[in-house]
């Protein structure tokens, strides 16, 4: 079979760049290792971990405010098998969901292992998913987008089993709320997954060698995250290197060398191991289409996303940049388009962070830490949540927004937020920058009342001078 176009990966990033291949009149096929169409995003990362924080906020709320709502409830308990199943089944329709529209933009979808023998031929290899006795198949293709994904990185001092040491894919099917849970490292996932079981009950260690959470982002963003999590018992362990792990029985004991070279030991029932990911591109046959990649493994790229061999691109974790589910959308859509000789393009420094925690954290643009590094005169405007009348009608009050500015020119170079619905609220800061809007525009724009992006307009109106009107 030939094809114009084939997609190496499932994940966010392949299948909507194959639907946009589709959408343009290309011949498409797309290769999946495993049995579900989605890749990590949809079957065992964002999607799920997002179904399992519901669950667990709901619960949190049942048992911390629903009365001082006036809801009393007897004999509240976690189910937690009946969060997993309905997580399961939130999947399960998302998944489905891609392969309905695989079929609706008739895209040729090959289940399997796919890899180079040549530029212009793919090797479908049959997985231990797919059973024993597979047929191996090989198809034909003009251009191939990369978009295998990434995966956990594993100390190699910790002793992963996927039992009691594990990453988020295992802990996103526990059958228990681990007691005390070890989390070694700081950063989205860490929390995220710390977060569900924190508010289920467990106690929750975190151990991160740098010195702040999220430290990817707007520092404030991290110490307020830290407050929050401080409520719900988190314990922090800043500056501290994780030396080695073992396992016994159902205790894991974790060591640590702190910033005064000292040995410390950490005990718990389970281990989340979350210090990253890395690309996956193991196993593609890179060399045999003439593909390189850097020192961490990442498929070297232009400005085009186009690899070192000409009509093959690569796009999402495998590439450099965030490793953001939107960020390989954005970046399929434009690939696609260029290969139908479109001239997209991509604004990288747009492109928002989430952490779904609650409250939430978000961000786009600038950091205040990019601004001093590179020397750029700014300007501050912070409002916090707890001032909005939505807020104190919700009862989420923790949080800020904080606004950076051009201290001449009144541009928005970054907006952050830490607060209710943050990961909804940063869209409105995406819309103003793309369009190069001022603080002064945004204060100046209407925000319906009561809401929490109220909050946004007011920072404007502290950045533009101190004229927050409801502080």
């Not at 007691?179 to 975190?206: F, P, W």
């Not at 974790?317 to 139908?340: F, R």
């Not at 830490?369 to 501050?380: A, F, G, H, Q």
Request: aromatic content about 6%; glycine content about 10%.
């Amino acid at each position: 079979m030939k094809y114009d176009v084939t997609v190496i990966g499932s994940g966010p990033g392949g299948y909507i760049a194959a639907i946009r291949c589709a959408q343009l009149g290309l011949k498409t096929a797309i290769i999946e290792k495993y049995n579900s169409l989605g890749g990590t995003c949809l079957n065992v990362g964002c999607i799920p971990s997002k179904a399992l924080l519901d669950s667990s906020e709901h619960y949190h709320n049942a048992a911390h405010t629903f009365k001082t709502h006036g809801i009393d409830l007897k004999d509240l308990k976690v189910n937690l098998a009946q969060m997993i199943q309905r997580k399961r089944e939130v999947v399960k329709q998302t998944c489905d969901g891609v392969a309905y529209l695989m079929k609706k933009n008739k895209i040729d979808t090959y289940y399997g292992h796919g890899s180079f023998v040549d530029k212009n031929t793919i090797k479908i290899s049959p997985t231990k998913n797919q059973g024993e006795g597979g047929e191996t198949k090989q198809i034909e293709t003009d251009k191939t987008i990369i978009a295998t994904g990434s995966k956990p990185i594993i100390l190699p001092s910790v002793p992963y089993d996927k039992k009691r040491i594990i990453t988020s894919t295992e802990a996103l099917e526990l059958q228990e709320v681990p007691k005390n849970l070890i989390i070694i490292g700081g950063g989205v996932i860490g929390m995220e997954i710390g977060s569900i079981y924190g508010r289920l009950g467990a106690k929750v260690i975190v151990i991160e060698f740098m010195d702040s959470l999220i430290s990817s982002m707007d520092k404030t963003m991290g110490k307020e995250l830290q407050k929050v999590l401080g409520k719900l018992g988190f314990e922090f362990y800043f500056k501290h290197k994780v030396t080695g792990a073992n396992v016994k029985g159902k205790e894991v004991t974790v060591t640590a060398e702190n910033e005064k070279g000292e040995t410390v030991e950490f005990k718990g029932d389970y281990c989340l191991l979350s210090i990253g990911r890395k690309p996956y591109t193991e196993g593609l046959g890179l060399e045999n289409a003439g593909i390189t990649t850097d020192k961490k493994g990442r498929i070297e790229v232009n400005n085009h996303l186009e690899t070192t061999t000409k009509g093959i691109y690569a796009i999402g974790d495998v590439v450099t940049g965030a490793m953001l589910a939107h960020k390989a959308e954005e970046e399929g859509v434009v690939v696609a388009e260029q290969i139908a000789g479109q001239k997209p393009h991509i604004n990288y420094l747009l492109i928002p962070n989430v952490v779904y925690t609650w409250p939430e954290v978000a961000g786009v643009g600038y950091t205040e830490e990019e601004l001093k590094t590179s020397n750029r005169k700014y300007k501050t405007g912070a409002f916090p949540f707890k001032a909005l009348g939505r807020a104190r009608a919700s009862m989420d009050l923790d949080g800020t927004v904080k606004v950076l500015t051009d201290a001449t020119t009144d541009e928005i170079l970054g907006v952050h937020i830490i607060g209710p619905r943050a990961a909804d609220m940063i869209a409105e800061a995406v819309v103003a920058m793309e369009f190069r809007a001022s603080a002064e525009d945004v204060s100046r724009m209407s925000h319906a009342h009561p809401t929490f992006t109220e909050a946004f307009k007011e920072a404007c109106l502290v950045a533009t001078g101190n004229r927050a009107l409801n502080m």
